[in-house]
């Protein structure tokens, strides 16, 4: 079964700075997708950025980029000049690829809780 | 114009009922699913279609039942409603089984 660990349950940074967020995951497969998804509290769960296990570039989406390490398991969410409404839950999710019964199922960790304050 | 849509947006009812909550994309994906996010805020995968196949049947009661009439719908119905049902249910789609999911707005549902 493959699992998803963040570390941090609470993070806050100051409107305009950057913030880290900590994922690492425990799998067997070499072939997968990384995401991240934030929940404000609006509920809406919104794909921030996705990673494909067999890039070694690491994926950016405007302010938010990702440090994957593959050998290590890490994939860390970096958001630069913070805004308010970067204020969210934060999820690491896993998918495995290929064939078999657990195709497209996310397996999510447990979420940090970033607040951005001004 | 809304991705995946859900309805309704809150569900408030008692023990014992049984209740259905509706799911649309029109974003001419095959593959659907269904998520509960309970109040930790955990979120667990339930099902998944693909073309109106159910795929991913994870470990649920069966007073939880999952319809596809058609690849863009995917209604959930919940039989005999317990205290612990009550959840956030997320559904959401994907271009196929192994590709990016959108998510709905999210279903609240809460069980008195």
């Known amino acids: 079964a493959q699992t998803v660990t963040q570390s941090q349950p609470e993070m806050s940074v100051q409107e305009a700075e950057t913030v880290t967020l900590s994922c690492t995951y425990d799998?067997?497969?070499?072939?997968?997708?990384l995401f991240w998804y934030k929940q404000p509290p609006s509920r809406q769960m919104i794909l921030v950025i996705r990673?494909?296990?067999?890039?070694?570039q690491n994926a950016t989406e405007n302010r938010f980029s990702v440090n994957f390490q593959k050998a290590a398991k890490s994939f860390s969410l970096k958001i630069s000049d913070s805004q308010l409404g970067d204020t969210a839950m934060y999820f690491c999710?896993?998918?495995?690829?290929?064939?078999?019964?657990?195709?497209?199922?996310?397996?999510f960790g447990r979420g940090t809780q970033l607040t951005v304050w001004p | 114009d809304t991705a995946v849509s859900q309805t309704p947006k809150y569900l408030v009812t008692q023990m014992g009922n049984d209740k259905s909550i509706k799911c649309e994309q029109n974003l001419g994906h095959d593959t659907m699913y269904w998520y509960k996010q309970d109040s930790k805020k955990f979120l667990k995968i339930m099902f998944s279609y693909n073309n109106k196949e159910l795929i991913i049947n994870e470990t649920v009661p069966n007073r939880f039942s999952p319809k596809s009439p058609d690849k863009a719908h995917l209604n959930l119905h919940i039989n005999s409603l317990e205290l612990g049902d009550s959840a956030v249910y997320f559904c959401?789609?994907?271009?196929?089984?192994?590709?990016?999911?959108?998510f709905g707005p999210g279903t609240r549902l809460t069980v008195l």
């Open positions: 959401a789609s994907s271009r196929r089984g192994a590709d990016t999911q959108y």
């Open positions: 999710a896993f998918m495995r690829l290929g064939r078999g019964s657990t195709l497209g199922r996310l397996y």
């Open positions: 799998t067997s497969e070499n072939n997968y997708y």
């Open positions: 990673q494909e296990a067999y890039k070694q």
